[in-house]
Structure formats: C-alpha cells, structure tokens
C-alpha cells in the first residue's frame, strides 16, 4: 500500500519562510508526478506545485517566485521550500502522487498545517 507522509509544518510569521517534505513508500510504479496542494479554511483544495518524474514543474500563479518544488527519485521524497510567505498561504498542506500513464491512480498524504501570522 502506497502511503505518503508530510512533516515540516507550523507556525511562522509573514515573510519567514518554512520547508515542507514527503516522503512516500511502496511505490513500485517507474513514471509518476508529485506535488503539493493546499486548502484554505472555507476554500476548495488548490494545486500549489507539481514536479513530474523528468523534472517539469507546474506552480499556481500565486506562489511563482517564492515557492521552489524539488524531488529526490532515489528516496521518493519531495520537498516544498516556501519563502516570502503571507497570511493567505496559511492552509493545510497535501501531498500527491500521480501516475503519469494512468492519472486515475493517484494517492494522498494526510496533511500538515502551515499558519503564517503574526
């Protein structure tokens, strides 16, 4: 069973900045794209970034110049470095598999609060 697992959250105040990490196991598929998504109280889950298995990242227009998605095939981990942050970043944040030949297949981690205030 593929299981995903987020550390890295808390509390930091506006402009700080935070590492988020993942690391999943029980992968035994070769092609599949990672990523970061987030959901605001009151608000739907929003893509953040995504890294595919080649190296081609997609970000949210609203994270483009602070937040840099990275992975590490070898530990099937992914990262989050955020920077710069705001108050309306604060969400809880998911991790996301997803198999690139069939997009179907995709798996959750089970989130990590991230609260930028002052």
């Known amino acids: 069973q593929v299981q995903l697992v987020e550390s890295g959250g808390g509390l930091v105040q506006p402009g700080g900045s935070l590492r988020l990490s993942c690391a999943a196991s029980?992968?035994?598929?070769?092609?599949?794209?990672m990523g970061w998504y987030r959901q605001a109280p009151g608000k739907q889950r929003e893509l953040v970034a995504t890294?595919?298995?080649?190296?081609?990242?997609n970000y949210a227009d609203s994270v483009k110049g602070r937040f840099t998605i990275s992975r590490d095939n070898a530990k099937n981990t992914v990262c989050l470095d955020m920077n710069s942050l705001k108050p309306e970043d604060t969400a809880v944040y998911y991790c996301?598999?997803?198999?690139?030949?069939?997009?179907?297949?995709?798996?959750w981690g089970q989130g990590t609060q991230v609260t930028v205030s002052s």
């Open positions: 996301n598999v997803r198999l690139e030949l069939y997009g179907q297949l995709t798996y």
């Open positions: 029980g992968i035994t598929f070769s092609r599949y794209t």
């Open positions: 890294i595919k298995s080649y190296g081609s990242t």
